[in-house]
């Protein structure tokens, strides 16, 4: 959709890139790492395909876990569905959140969520380390019972 674009797009500044670090400062996106970092959990499983999956639904399994509807986002009816890319850094933990939503309770909560994932064994580029780039949209959605 345009909005992953527009999030891609966003992320480096001509001012960020500072040559001489490029060698180290390579963020590589999730989809394409060839190895990808592997959250707690997955160790056992072989295939990157495998992990890649894994990765995924522990997210997911994660935000539904730690998710609170802000009490006053439900008040004043505010839903709608926040994009969050962050960074793994090479030590495995969370950097580097963005996020863009309808509204700022929402982006603030899906904020705290992602900062709050646990460490995980970061991705790896031709046999080091690197800082990998993931996004995910966290829907808020209202259930009337």
Do not use: W
């Not at 008040?75 to 569905?81: A, D, H, L, N």
């Not at 863009?100 to 909560?109: N, Q, S, T």
Request: glycine share 6%; aromatic share 8%.
């Amino acid at each position: 959709s345009s909005q992953e674009t527009y999030i891609e797009d966003a992320v480096v500044k001509i001012e960020d890139v500072d040559v001489e670090e490029v060698e180290e400062e390579v963020v590589v996106p999730f989809a394409v790492i060839e190895y990808v970092p592997v959250f707690p959990g997955c160790e056992n499983l072989q295939t990157q395909a495998e992990r890649k999956e894994c990765f995924n639904q522990k997210v997911q399994e994660h935000i539904k876990e730690n998710f609170n509807y802000p009490p006053s986002a439900l008040e004043m009816g505010i839903t709608g569905r926040v994009y969050v890319q962050f960074v793994i850094d090479t030590q495995g933990r969370v950097s580097g959140i963005q996020k863009r939503g309808p509204d700022k309770l929402l982006e603030d909560e899906a904020g705290r969520i992602i900062s709050i994932l646990p460490k995980v064994t970061p991705g790896q580029q031709r046999g080091k380390p690197v800082m990998v780039k993931y996004s995910i949209p966290i829907n808020f959605i209202m259930h009337n019972d």
